[in-house]
Structures are given as C-alpha cells and as structure tokens.
C-alpha cells in the first residue's frame, strides 16, 4: 500500500506561481512512476503531467507544458509540481497518483493523493 499526502495548493493571482509536493510512503518510492492530475468543478479528472520511475522521462499536457514542470526526489520520496504563468482556467483540485507506468490515463494508477486545492484569480 502506498500514501500520498499532496500540499501547496492555494489561491494565486494570474502569471503567478505555486508549487505542489506529493509526499509518498509505504513501498520503496523509485519503483512508481509519479503522475498529476485535476479536475475541476463540473468537469472529468484530466491528465496533467507523468514522471518515469527514475525521473527521465516527463509528460506533459498541451494545456500545460511550457508552464508546469513535473519532477521527483527519489531520496526524499516526494514528487513535485512547479506551475508557472498561472491562468484562471488551472483553477482545480490537482491529485497526485502512483502506479507501475507513467502514462496519461487515470486507469494506470494505483495510488491517489487526497487532492489540493489550486485557485487562479483573475
């Protein structure tokens, strides 16, 4: 079984910046491919970015790449998310997940943070 504690959501204005940790424990954390996910008010959970297990490969949403970046510390068991040039339009609950493939459906994940709360005034 895995945990994932997700913190550092919060209200911003537009062109800021905010950066999300995912906090993992309960398997060894270089194993899981680390993946971020939102959604939004009356809206389906969408992809936003993947990590592999060892951290060479990212992937990133057309919505997102560009501004967001996805990265991990394997050492500290934490996986993170930097959102740049914020716009209204990423205002969501944003869910970190962990599973066996970094892969932009929600399917291939096993494990699911509790989600935090990003707001993007305008």
């Known amino acids: 079984q895995v945990q994932l504690v997700e913190s550092g959501g919060g209200l911003v204005q537009a062109g800021g910046s905010l950066r999300l940790s995912c906090a993992a424990s309960?398997?060894?954390?270089?194993?899981?491919?680390m993946g971020w996910f939102r959604q939004a008010p009356g809206k389906e959970r969408e992809f936003v970015a993947s990590?592999?297990?060892?951290?060479?490969?990212?992937t990133y949403a057309d919505s997102v790449r560009g501004r967001f970046t996805i990265s991990r510390d394997n050492a500290k068991n934490t996986s993170f998310l930097q959102m740049n040039s914020l716009k209204p339009e990423d205002t969501a609950v944003y869910y970190c997940?962990?599973?066996?493939?970094?892969?932009?459906?929600?399917?291939?994940?096993?494990?699911w943070g509790q989600g935090t709360q990003v707001t993007v005034s305008s």
């Open positions: 309960g398997r060894t954390f270089s194993n899981l491919a």
């Open positions: 997940s962990a599973g066996g493939a970094a892969t932009q459906s929600s399917r291939a994940y096993n494990y």
């Open positions: 990590i592999t297990q060892l951290g060479f490969t990212q």
